[in-house]
């Protein structure tokens, strides 16, 4: 059974949703290792200040990955569903 444009726009989202979670966590990554690097020579109040700050925004960061990541597997779940429903074919 050919899949309903529903689908395949579906299934196209849920990708680049995943695309987009993979670059989350790589650029994510990045920026606590580029942090990690910094905190070695970077001394002071200014200091202590930024790193307050990148500490909250990373934090807030990774809560925004981990929603998603819920997001992309509830969306996985309906997409299943309805596929399930569509291969079962109209009930007379």
């Known amino acids: ?17 995943e695309l987009h979670l ?3 966590r790589d650029k994510h990554q990045e920026l606590e290792q580029a ?3 910094l905190r070695d020579v970077y001394q002071g109040e200014g200091a202590q200040v930024f790193g307050e700050a990148f500490q ?12 998603t990541a819920l997001i992309a597997q509830q969306l996985q779940a309906k997409i299943d569903e ?3 429903f569509e291969a079962a074919g109209p009930e007379i």
């Not at 899949?3 to 990708?15: C, G, I, K, N, P």
């Not at 909250?56 to 929603?67: E, T």
């Open 1 to 17: 059974m050919a899949e309903t444009a529903l689908l395949v726009t579906l299934d196209e989202y849920a990708r680049q949703l």
């Open 22 to 24: 993979a670059s989350l």
């Open 35 to 37: 942090w990690a690097r």
């Open 56 to 67: 909250s925004a990373s934090s807030r960061l990774a809560d925004y990955g981990s929603q």
């Open 82 to 84: 309805l596929r399930a």
